[in-house]
């Protein structure tokens, strides 16, 4: 069992940052990639970034610049730095990790950009 848990969220006026943690804990050598995923209300979840073992990484056309997702491994907590923020990138923004077909999410955490 893989226990996620997201930090960092608030309430951000547009072009401001926020950093977003997700701690791992449990069963961690298991995890192979490790991603960011966003849902706006009315809206279906989306991809934001994923970091594989080696970092490695992907990121959605939307945040592209604007994002950077990194892990430190040795904490088993990967990280979402936030910079100029718009008011879409609102939505709840959830932690996975993954390990052959399965996957582990956390709770999600708010973010909110306010124009």
């Known amino acids: 069992q893989v226990h996620l848990v997201e930090s960092g969220g608030g309430l951000v006026q547009a072009g401001g940052s926020l950093r977003l943690s997700c701690a791992a804990s449990?069963?961690?050598?298991?995890?192979?990639?490790m991603g960011w995923y966003r849902q706006a209300p009315g809206r279906q979840r989306e991809l934001v970034a994923t970091?594989?073992?080696?970092?490695?990484?992907n990121y959605a056309n939307s945040v592209k610049g604007r994002f950077t997702i990194s892990r430190d491994n040795a904490k088993n907590t990967v990280y979402l730095q936030m910079n100029s923020l718009k008011p879409e990138d609102t939505a709840v923004y959830y932690c996975?990790?993954?390990?052959?077909?399965?996957?582990?999410w956390g709770q999600g955490t708010q973010v909110t950009v306010s124009l």
């Open positions: 996975k990790a993954s390990w052959g077909i399965f996957g582990s």
């Open positions: 449990g069963s961690t050598a298991r995890i192979d990639s």
């Open positions: 970091i594989s073992p080696g970092a490695s990484t």
